[in-house]
């Protein structure tokens, strides 16, 4: 019996630009599961980031049902919400954010600071293959050693999911890889459910589910019987 972390009913969620209505999300159904890794796979304006954010407490809808659990996110007020992200979510984005006058310990810190359960700063870090780089600060570090400091970061407060919005997209394939590795075993070591957004079809050999969005819409859910991992892409 799989353990259902999110439970989305029928979401949507209408912009307006001016006088004119952009429909982000049209009636999206859709189950995410305990300690699964999901791929959101769609092209630029199909929804992916909306749906993340809403999953995520950043946005609200116009109109459906969002659960996490049993706590219905949707009906949820502000302070609710800061609990909700604060206690249970973990978020990469694409940009790093990366605090420049901190080391790479002391950007962790930020977060640990102010988390109920969280683990020591240096043993996310560690996870994350930057145990020797504690004492570095961002502008010692490449691209991609700053975006597993962000990683560090989401779950060093030991979230139950991490929602990352195309956390490979300003890194080269190479770095990139290395990026989606640590997050494949994040997932598989911590057993936070990991949901991924991607415009690259590569991406989605390493997931469990992958979930094609298109104009607002999920349109296919497919189930990966063998997943691989991201070492064993070619991009």
């Known amino acids: 019996m799989k353990e259902t972390v999110f439970k989305v009913v ?8 001016g006088e004119v ?3 982000a999300l049209r009636g999206a159904n859709l189950e995410i599961y305990a300690k699964e890794l999901v791929v959101l796979l769609g092209p630029s304006g199909s929804g992916k980031s909306t749906l993340l954010n809403i999953l995520g407490g950043l946005d609200t809808a116009t109109s459906g049902q969002v659960y996490y659990r049993k706590t219905e996110l949707t009906t949820a007020g502000e302070r609710e919400l800061t609990e909700y992200r604060r206690a249970h979510v973990g978020f990469v984005f694409q940009f790093y954010n990366l605090i420049p006058s901190l080391t790479a310990e002391e950007n962790v810190s930020v977060v640990t600071e102010i988390s109920e359960n969280p683990m020591k700063p240096a043993d996310a870090l560690k996870l994350v293959g930057l145990g020797e780089r504690l004492d570095h600060f961002p502008a010692q570090l490449s691209g991609g050693e700053q975006q ?15 929602l990352c919005d195309e956390p490979t997209g300003a890194l ?14 994040i997932n598989r070591e911590l057993g936070t459910a990991t949901v991924i957004i991607t415009h690259n079809s590569d991406i989605a050999g390493m997931a469990n589910r992958v979930i094609h969005l298109n104009n607002g819409m999920i349109t296919e859910v497919i189930e990966n019987k ?7 892409f070619r991009w």
């Open 148 to 162: 597993r400091v962000a990683i560090a970061r989401a779950i060093a407060k030991n979230p139950a999911v991490l």
């Open 10 to 17: 029928n979401l949507t969620k209408i912009y307006l630009m």
């Open 226 to 232: 063998n997943k691989k991992p991201p070492s064993e």
């Open 172 to 185: 080269d394939s190479e770095t990139g890889i290395v990026v989606l590795d640590v997050l494949d075993r």
């Open 21 to 23: 209505e952009v429909h």
